[in-house]
């Protein structure tokens, strides 16, 4: 189902990004002053991370010191990102299946030229955004039946299971 939407249509042109060797608070003051949720974290104009609000909640938890914990500390590494043409239907599929609400948007030779985040979804196809609100939906109910004993598919317990990347696993097994 293509929406005729594309992905440099709907991003974020200018998105807010910050080196690696920033401590945790002036990202977090970054995040707040220019409200947003995330950071993208470039090195020699190359991403090489991005750090969210649930990475800095994350490390608060860990009981890490915000003055003292640099980004590249904390940062995910993985970056999940999209092609500028890709059909916006087509970039809400994969946030779902890469489990991510922000994608950097990168060009053919590897710059970034954008961020696509699920608000920038839902300003220009509120349809879309429900798919995400269904997959949530779905990942909610999995959850539920996690409480009915079964066997492990990792151990063979018998035991209460959780659904972790198609697999049932007890609380031991599951990361």
């Known amino acids: 189902m293509k929406t005729g939407i ?81 059909d916006l239907y087509e970039a809400i599929l994969k946030m779902n299946k890469e489990d991510v609400r922000r994608m950097p948007v990168v060009s053919s030779n590897n710059k970034l030229i954008g961020l696509l985040t699920m608000k920038d979804i839902l300003k220009l196809s509120p349809t879309l955004y429900d798919l995400r609100i269904e997959k949530l939906k779905i990942k909610e109910e999995n959850e539920k039946i996690s409480h009915l004993p079964s066997t492990c598919e990792n151990c063979g317990s018998t035991a209460p299971l959780y659904p972790v990347k198609n697999r049932f696993l007890c609380a031991a097994c599951k990361p």
């Open 6 to 86: 594309k992905v440099c249509d709907a991003m974020t042109k200018k998105p807010e990004s910050i080196t690696p060797d920033i401590y945790l608070n002036e990202a977090s003051k970054r995040m707040l002053e220019n409200g947003v949720g995330s950071l993208i974290v470039k090195q020699d104009q190359q991403v090489i991370g991005i750090i969210t609000e649930k990475d800095v909640v994350k490390a608060v938890s860990n009981n890490l010191t915000p003055s003292t914990t640099k980004v590249e500390d904390i940062m995910s590494k993985k970056i999940i990102s999209i092609d500028p043409k890709t």
